[in-house]
């Protein structure tokens, strides 16, 4: 084997199996597999005239993506001599031959900033093997003008390895169909076309041995197969990259920054309430402290003071942390005995609606009985229940939810 033959096989295997890698990142298969039917021209280059000759087969053909294929081909045909072209010794034959040969496709259009989706035009390149029976006229005496032997045509059969160069077009029609157009020009390592058996000596056995070369114009129809709605030809894709599953992240990664928003919408929300609840407790405690003046000075004193102090979670028993506080507002309505109180209940909005006004009314009920038992004439103290009814703000956090558990007084 020459070494244009080795180059060629290096080259075709290198680039098949780079390019199949390439592919095998494609997250949707596309029809790759399609066969062909194919018939035109050939026309033998030698030291003997040949016929314009017929030739037809068929092909498989595999697409990795629309810059790269491999086809195998198969071609039957014949090569006749004629006797108006050059025909060295007026030799005549007739060759039968068949063809099997693979060839890598390479599109041009990328390489030329272009790109379409019905048209295509590559260049090709591959290795064959050319089965010849060749058909002399065996009755033609043929004269060696060094040694003036005679030599008689010999039918015979051989076989050669080709290198196959050429481009191509291919148009889609239809999902399923492709039609193409293509030219090959063959190069044979030996002499197989217009062989005549004579002897090593002789000028007719020298120019016998050049080696033959022929080209073949041809077109056809390619059929596809497989089920996808997308065609390895014609289907533009990004190697490694599944574009749903890309879109799909994109679309995550939007809601996660979404919620990141809210979630720092939620925490500024929740930093305001802790500052509103923390300033209502200072002005709670400041009113605490100067409640006997205020009392003097005011006609009515507004105490609003968090149930979190007064009673536990779902609780309407006075913590004993919370008895001081009310012990304060008791020594201050002894000293006032012209002053009465109004006690109101809220909750949050954790619980049913109905439970929650049942223990709002419980818990203001807590602290009309401790003040009364602190001496506090019970005809002073007036209770409401308002339940969740009444919230100061949404409840959309617990910090929002204990703003939200209160109880209000007013001393008027």
């Not at 997250?27 to 399609?34: A, G, T």
């Not at 014609?234 to 992240?249: E, K, Q, V």
């Not at 201050?332 to 619980?351: F, Q, R």
């Amino acid at each position: 084997m020459n070494t244009t033959y080795k180059f060629l096989i290096v080259f075709i295997t290198v680039t098949a199996l780079a390019f199949a890698n390439v592919n095998a990142q494609e997250s949707e298969e596309p029809n790759r597999l399609s066969i062909g039917l194919l018939g035109g021209a050939t026309l033998g280059h030698m030291n003997v005239g040949t016929e314009y000759d017929p030739t037809f087969g068929l092909n498989a053909r595999y697409a990795f993506n629309p810059n790269f294929a491999i086809q195998t081909n198969f071609m039957f045909g014949k090569f006749r001599s004629n006797d108006t072209d050059n025909n060295l010794l007026e030799r005549t034959f007739e060759t039968s031959y068949s063809t099997a040969s693979m060839t890598s496709q390479f599109g041009l259009l990328n390489l030329l900033g272009r790109d379409s989706d019905r048209f295509k035009w590559y260049l090709l390149t591959g290795l064959g093997l050319i089965f010849n029976d060749v058909t002399t006229d065996i009755n033609s005496q043929i004269a060696s003008p060094e040694t003036e032997e005679t030599f008689s045509g010999e039918n015979h059969s051989e076989t050669a390895m080709f290198a196959t160069f050429g481009t191509g077009v291919r148009v889609n029609v239809t999902k399923k169909i492709d039609v193409f157009a293509q030219y090959n020009y063959n190069v044979s390592n030996s002499d197989i076309i217009d062989g005549h058996r004579t002897h090593t000596r002789t000028l007719i056995d020298q120019n016998r041995r050049n080696p033959d070369s022929w080209s073949a114009l041809t077109a056809g129809v390619q059929i596809k197969f497989g089920s996808s709605e997308t065609d390895a030809d014609w289907h533009r894709y990004t190697p490694g990259i599944d574009m749903s599953a890309f879109n799909r992240l994109e679309a995550r990664i939007a809601e996660i920054e979404s919620r990141v928003d809210h979630q720092d919408s939620r925490i500024d929300q929740n930093e305001d309430h802790i500052r509103a609840l923390q300033d209502r407790m200072d002005e709670f405690d400041e009113k605490l402290a100067n409640l006997h003046v205020l009392i003097n000075e005011r006609p009515s004193v507004e105490l609003t003071m968090g149930s979190d102090i007064l009673f536990a979670f779902d609780s309407a028993v006075i913590r004993e942390s919370g008895k001081p506080t009310l012990a304060e507002i008791a020594r201050a309505l002894i000293n006032n005995p012209d002053k009465n109180l109004e006690v109101t209940g809220h909750t949050c909005d954790l619980g049913s609606t109905a439970y929650n006004q049942g223990l709002s009314e419980r818990r203001a009920a807590a602290v009309k009985t401790y003040l009364v038992e602190s001496g506090i004439d019970a005809d002073r103290i007036v209770t409401i229940g308002r339940g969740e009814l009444q919230p100061l703000v949404p409840n959309t956090s617990e910090e929002a939810r204990a703003l939200n558990r209160r109880v209000e007084m007013v001393i008027d």
